[in-house]
């Protein structure tokens, strides 16, 4: 059912990217679109692991990953492109890169936060990933660099426009924390984790 609902919201998505695309022209679509800001886990991570001090239990940088697409292991935890790697293509975008790759200083088509083993709860791998509270912090250093280079209300057109993707909360269940609780509370607990920083994070640019 999860798996179904998945595919609904992505089919919903592309259906979007369609209708913008029919009614703005390729030439309009390429001046004005919307940036994508991605967080999650290694569902969605294009490479960030690779700039943290963690294990090789939690790194893609070795063949086979990558070698059907980029040839070279990109840190992804594929051997080809993710689905927001997919989605970029499809709103006419480039691939969006790792927000800890080095030397990267320009967020106006978005920026990917995703760590592999990350979870919704602080306590998930904690110490090896890059988990959802982090994410976020790193996302509010974006906002602040976005308004310093582009002026506050420029930057607001942006975060306001932009496509908020975020897949994060498998690796929770894998966690040692979950036994102290039942499933019912330990669902709750990630669940309203998830919740809250969805709320507090973007419900101002909604």
């Not at 086979?64 to 689905?83: N, Q, S, V």
């Not at 969006?96 to 998930?124: C, D, K, R």
């Not at 209300?153 to 040692?176: F, K, M």
Request: net charge neutral.
């Amino acid at each position: 059912m999860a798996a179904l609902r998945l595919r609904i919201y992505i089919l919903v998505f592309c259906a979007c990217l369609v209708i913008q695309c029919s009614c703005y022209g390729h030439s309009v679509l390429q001046k004005k679109h919307a940036a994508l800001f991605i967080f999650g886990d290694s569902l969605y991570d294009p490479g960030n692991n690779n700039y943290i001090n963690t294990t090789t239990d939690f790194q893609a940088n070795w063949v086979p990953y990558g070698e059907t697409f980029f040839k070279y292991p990109t840190g992804r935890f594929c051997d080809g492109r993710l689905i927001p790697d997919f989605l970029a293509q499809y709103a006419k975008l480039p691939i969006i890169p790792a927000y800890l790759q080095p030397g990267l200083n320009n967020y106006t088509n978005g920026v990917n936060f995703a760590s592999g083993g990350a979870g919704a709860l602080v306590e998930s791998h904690q110490g090896f990933v890059i988990d959802l509270k982090t994410q976020i912090s790193q996302f509010r250093k974006v906002e602040k660099q976005l308004r310093h280079k582009l002026g506050d209300a420029q930057a607001y057109t942006v975060l306001s426009e932009a496509v908020y993707i975020i897949s994060i909360g498998g690796n929770d269940y894998l966690s040692p924390l979950a036994s102290n609780f039942s499933n019912e509370e330990y669902v709750g607990l990630v669940i309203g984790n998830l919740t809250i920083w969805i709320k507090v994070t973007f419900f101002f640019y909604a």
